[in-house]
């Protein structure tokens, strides 16, 4: 047998606020015990049936039966009520882990939310700055390469020299050859929404 005060652990696991895992090792317990005890149960039976048995020791393993029949229906009910305990465990715990989560994403969620009203409309706004100095940059090349000075060489773009985008927003390849395919440039694909969409309509 497991343990010869196994009711009291029983009792002690199915009235504390102990985890699953306590839990389930109870249960684990309970379920060799149910078995050691029903091997012994049915070696007394088949020696309180034995018609060789004096009727002395008969009385005593029909006795011992009896009482370990009692004790694994004892036990069967024990463990429904574990089993019952083990699932509101869980549940409490999966909860709980989910409270957890939920407070790290509300932090981390407060945090970003500073982050955005702080920074967005700052860096927006230099963002905007800084492409609307691309664009001009880009309009100043333009005019120049359609009248080169002599000598002088073709001026590329502002995102061709940093980013290999041609004003036409294909790419150049690092052996010169163009990309058939349309990457596009910053200046015609960032667009920046207003930080506060419905400030236009406020008075």
Known sequence: MISDNIADRIAHVLQSDETAAVVAAMIKD???EVVALTEDRTGCEERALDPLLPSVDVESARARSEDLGF???RLKV???HLKSKHDAASKREADIARQ???DAARAERDAAAD???KNYPVLARKLCDLLDRVRKADARVAAVNRSLP???EFL???EWVVRGIMPNGHAIAPNGTVSGRHIGTLTEGV???DFDPLSRGRA
């Open 30 to 32: 309970v379920e060799t």
């Open 71 to 73: 004790r694994i229906r």
């Open 78 to 80: 024990a463990l429904d």
């Open 100 to 102: 957890v989560e939920y």
């Open 115 to 117: 982050d955005l009203r």
């Open 150 to 152: 002599a000598e002088a």
């Open 156 to 158: 590329k773009s502002v």
């Open 191 to 193: 667009r920046l929404p």
